[in-house]
C-alpha cells in the first residue's frame, strides 16, 4: 500500500543549527512533493513546491532536496529561529492525475533559544 | 489572509445532531476540499470538488455529506454526529499545485 513517512517524533535543536526533516514515501510515483507549515490550531501554509525532476530547490532560508530513487525528500531550514518552530508537513501529488495530494502526519520542530 | 474562511470556528455539540460547517473562499478557485485532522493521524480528505457540478468522495467520508452551493461556497454536514467526528476540520481550494487552507473548525461531539 502506499505510505508516506515523516519522523512522529519532535525535531529539538538550537537557535543557529540547520534542522533538517524527512519525508520518505513508499509505492508513489510522484510527479511533485509540496512542504506545508502548521502552526497549532491554524491551517497549512505552502512553502516549497519541487519536482520530479528537479534534484533541489531552495527559498530564503529553505532548501529541499528530492531524491526518486531513494524515495525521500530532506527539507531543510538553515539559521533556524525560534519563530521556525511549527510542524512541517510533506505531501505527495501526482502530474496530470487526480489533484489529490497525500500528506504526510508532519514532524514538529522546535527550536530553542 | 481572510481568503478562505471557515465558520464556525469553534462548535460543541451532542451526539445525534445534524451540524453543518461551512466554507467560503474570495480565490475564485474552482478545486475545494474538506479535510479532518486528528492527533498522530494527519490530514484525511472528506470529500473533494472539481467545480459547482463536481462532488467526489474522499479516503473518510462515511457519515458526511457536502454541498457546492457555487464556486465560492462548500458545505459539510454531518448528519448525526457521533463523538469519534470529534476533530480539528479544514476547508482548503486549490490553485496549479498548491492547496489554502482555511483557519479551521475544532468541532467537539459529546
Known amino acids: 500500500s502506499q505510505k508516506i513517512e515523516q519522523n512522529s517524533e519532535a525535531l529539538n535543536i538550537q537557535e543557529g543549527k540547520t534542522a533538517t526533516l524527512t519525508c520518505n514515501y513508499t509505492?508513489?510515483?510522484?510527479?511533485?512533493l509540496q512542504w506545508y507549515r502548521q502552526d497549532p490550531g491554524r491551517g497549512p501554509v505552502f512553502l516549497l513546491l519541487?519536482?520530479?525532476?528537479?534534484k533541489e530547490k531552495r527559498k530564503e532560508r529553505l532548501k529541499v532536496t528530492f531524491d526518486t530513487t531513494l524515495k525521500q525528500s530532506l527539507f531543510h531550514i538553515t539559521a533556524s529561529q525560534p519563530a521556525d518552530s511549527a510542524t512541517y508537513l510533506c505531501?505527495?501529488?501526482?502530474?496530470?492525475?487526480?489533484?489529490?495530494?497525500?500528506f504526510g502526519r508532519g514532524t514538529s520542530l522546535i527550536v530553542h533559544p | 489572509d481572510a481568503d478562505v474562511t471557515q465558520t464556525p470556528r469553534n462548535r460543541i455539540t451532542k451526539t445525534g445532531k445534524r451540524i453543518m460547517l461551512e466554507c467560503s473562499q474570495t480565490?475564485?478557485?474552482?478545486?475545494m476540499y474538506w479535510y479532518r485532522q486528528d492527533p498522530g493521524l494527519g490530514l484525511r480528505l472528506i470529500y473533494y470538488?472539481?467545480?459547482?457540478?463536481?462532488?467526489n468522495k474522499g479516503e473518510i467520508s462515511d457519515g458526511y455529506s457536502v454541498s457546492r452551493q457555487a464556486q465560492a461556497k462548500f458545505s459539510l454536514s454531518l448528519e448525526s454526529a457521533i463523538p469519534n467526528q470529534t476533530a480539528l476540520y479544514f476547508c482548503?481550494?486549490?490553485?496549479?499545485?498548491?492547496?489554502?487552507f482555511g483557519p479551521g473548525t475544532r468541532l467537539t461531539v459529546l
Open positions: 505531501a505527495l501529488d501526482m502530474e496530470g492525475g487526480s489533484y489529490i495530494p497525500t
Open positions: 509505492n508513489y510515483s510522484p510527479a511533485y
Open positions: 519541487i519536482r520530479e525532476n528537479e
Open positions: 482548503a481550494t486549490r490553485q496549479g499545485s498548491e492547496q489554502f
Open positions: 470538488s472539481f467545480d459547482v457540478k463536481d462532488i
Open positions: 480565490k475564485g478557485h474552482d478545486r
